[in-house]
């Protein structure tokens, strides 16, 4: 595959498979917040609390893109997008002040 330069503006997110990782951080910060409490660990719990609470957040986010549609989560058929002026993207140089 060639590089053209537009990447970042084509690039298409995994969301389904963001979404299973998200859903298997849950489980698991669920499992370590319940064992850690239980063990008499409220550090290591509330450790896990927290980051049960960014895994649930990223899947709240993670399926309000997937619900938004194609434009976030573009189907197999949907090809990919070609660049805006139809060819590869340079980056300019900054010019040098001072040198000739």
């Not at 998200?22 to 008499?40: P, R």
Request: proline share 12%.
């Amino acid at each position: 595959m060639v590089r053209t330069g537009s990447e970042p503006a084509t690039a298409r997110s995994a969301l389904r498979a963001r979404l299973w990782l998200s859903v298997w951080g849950v489980v698991w910060a669920i499992f370590g917040t319940a064992a850690f409490a239980l063990v008499g660990r409220p550090g290591w719990a509330a450790a896990c609390g927290v980051l049960w609470l960014v895994a649930t957040a990223d899947m709240v986010v993670i399926l309000r893109h997937i619900r938004q549609g194609p434009h976030y989560q573009p189907g197999r058929d949907v090809p990919p997008y070609p660049p805006a002026d139809g060819g590869p993207r340079r980056l300019r140089r900054p010019p040098q002040h001072g040198h000739p």
